[in-house]
């Protein structure tokens, strides 16, 4: 049952463009923008710039997105530079050539079965059934290469410690380039939980019941916004008809990294560093995270499924709601990145001291 969900997930990644598989390329630069303002005159910044050269971390931030253009069915190459505006700056000889070694290392290299999606891809999200309270391995939706293990990985290639399982990492710099993106992916609530529903829109448990990849909601994929009235200028909300998904992607204009300024700083600054070794870190987040799935997907309802998607509809306010949970967790990541980028990569001096302040 396992593999016929992985082929399930790996056939609704084939429909959907590369740019609605995480935050979108403003929401990941924020966090690079928060983290790279929190690291600014620190020992830390210099050893990020170390790595990545002439890449600076906002830019850093879209490169394991980007990498998704390099195509295994045309003998890795990049077929089609210039199709996302975003990745351009990484379109160049060597950052080409960079992401195609790492994608030929980590494309069927995982535990897949035939026709089922790319290792790398899948090192993006966890699929948590939303009863859960906290993240778990083994429960349905996780995988030893899911969000949290693959940031597990990078994490412990970046301290130096035996690193053996997925994704295959080639040392720091490919390490640090793959953290950068998946802390903003752990951070966004679609990207780790999803409800998982019957043929008439009704919750059902995957770890109770059995799983079965009828049910699967792909993260807010196969649900599809009924029409909803023209969103407010300024809003995040994407036109219809459009995925759930699509609109936890996307950020409003307020939530673009030119608009992180010092007292956007000042409130990352206020979150409180995660305690423990950092290799643990992921799972922590990730259960902060399904937190607010659950109330992302609070007061949804769901029409039957048609073919392969259930139509559903948002309550009031939804979009203000979810835009003010965007702020929350975008700044959360960009905190969490700068604070694990100290553990990992500076001296003692340099670390995020515990401070009890309110998140």
């Known amino acids: 049952m396992r593999r016929l969900l992985a082929l399930a997930l790996a056939l609704a990644f084939i429909v959907l463009p590369l740019a609605a598989q995480a935050w979108g390329p403003d929401g990941h630069q924020t966090v690079g923008a928060i983290a790279a303002g929190l690291l600014r005159g620190t020992p830390t910044e210099a050893r990020v710039a170390a790595l990545l050269g002439d890449m600076d971390l906002q830019l850093a931030t879209l490169w394991a997105d980007c990498a998704k253009g390099v195509s295994p069915g045309q003998d890795y190459a990049y077929p089609a530079p210039g199709k996302y505006a975003d990745c351009g700056p990484l379109e160049t000889p060597?950052?080409?050539?960079?992401?195609?070694?790492?994608?030929?290392?980590?494309?069927?290299?995982?535990?897949?079965?035939?026709?089922?999606?790319?290792?790398?891809?899948?090192?993006?999200?966890?699929?948590?059934?939303?009863?859960?309270?906290?993240?778990?391995?083994?429960?349905?939706?996780?995988?030893?290469?899911?969000?949290?293990?693959?940031?597990?990985?990078?994490?412990?290639v970046l301290q130096g410690r035996p690193a053996p399982g997925q994704p295959q990492l080639s040392g720091p710099r490919e390490a640090l380039l793959v953290l950068v993106h998946l802390v903003g992916d752990i951070h966004q609530p679609l990207h780790v939980a999803a409800p998982y529903l019957d043929a008439h829109g009704h919750p059902v448990d995957p770890d109770r019941q059995g799983l079965d990849p009828a049910t699967f909601t792909i993260g807010g994929n196969s649900l599809w916004l009924a029409p909803p009235a023209s969103p407010a200028a300024g809003s995040s909300g994407p036109p219809s008809p459009a995925k759930l998904h699509t609109l936890w992607d996307a950020v409003p204009t307020a939530l673009k990294p030119a608009q992180v300024d010092a007292a956007w700083l000042a409130e990352a600054r206020r979150v409180t560093p995660t305690p423990g070794d950092p290799a643990d870190w992921p799972a922590s987040w990730a259960t902060q995270s399904l937190a607010q799935a659950r109330l992302a997907y609070a007061g949804l309802r769901y029409a039957d499924k048609d073919g392969t998607h259930w139509a559903v509809t948002l309550p009031a306010a939804y979009t203000a709601r979810a835009d003010a949970m965007k702020r929350q967790q975008l700044t959360l990541a960009g905190a969490r990145l700068a604070q694990l980028l100290k553990a990992v990569l500076a001296g003692p001096a340099d670390r995020p001291r515990r401070v009890d302040m309110p998140r």
């Open 94 to 156: 060597e950052r080409i050539a960079e992401m195609t070694d790492y994608v030929r290392r980590n494309d069927r290299q995982c535990q897949l079965g035939p026709d089922e999606d790319a290792c790398h891809r899948q090192t993006h999200y966890a699929d948590i059934a939303l009863q859960r309270r906290r993240y778990e391995a083994g429960l349905a939706g996780t995988r030893p290469d899911d969000v949290v293990g693959a940031l597990r990985q990078a994490i412990r």
